[in-house]
Nanobody
Framework: QSQLAESGGGLVQPGGSLRLSCAGSGFTLEYNTIGWFRQAPGKEREIVAAIDWSGSETFYIGDVRGRVTISRDNGQNAIYLQMNKLEPWESAVYYC?????????????????WGQGTHVTVSS
């Protein structure tokens, strides 16, 4: 059973927006770095954005900068990914993941805990 739960995915028109949420399930996220990853069919899972435990430091993959914002609310034990101006190639399963040791490269192997994923489909 996953200790993280994603929500907010769905079908959106090109150019539209979605806000994904990640919540701990019997798991406190306060002292963890949280990453959002995406995985399209037949492709490797890759980092989209990450945020440190305090929310003061963030990381974004180059192709989402300016369109995507990661944030967290430690009081609510939740993390958010606001995605704007979505394009069809961004259709994928989006996962949140957590790790207590600050990752250096934001690779999948650096994260210990994963959610089940939420589907995002960008299509006309």
């Amino acid at each position: 059973q996953s200790q993280l739960a994603e929500s907010g995915g769905g079908l959106v028109q090109p150019g539209g927006s979605l806000r994904l949420s990640c919540a701990g399930s019997g798991f406190t996220l306060e002292y963890n770095t949280i990453g959002w990853f995406r995985q399209a069919p037949g492709k490797e899972r890759e980092i989209v954005a990450a945020i440190d435990w305090s929310g003061s430091e963030t990381f974004y993959i180059g192709d989402v900068r300016g369109r995507v914002t990661i944030s967290r609310d430690n009081g609510q034990n939740a993390i958010y990914l606001q995605m704007n101006k979505l394009e069809p190639w961004e259709s994928a399963v989006y996962y949140c993941a957590a790790v207590s040791i600050p990752p250096r490269h934001h690779q999948t192997y650096e994260y210990n805990y994963w959610g089940q994923g939420t589907h995002v489909t960008v299509s006309s």
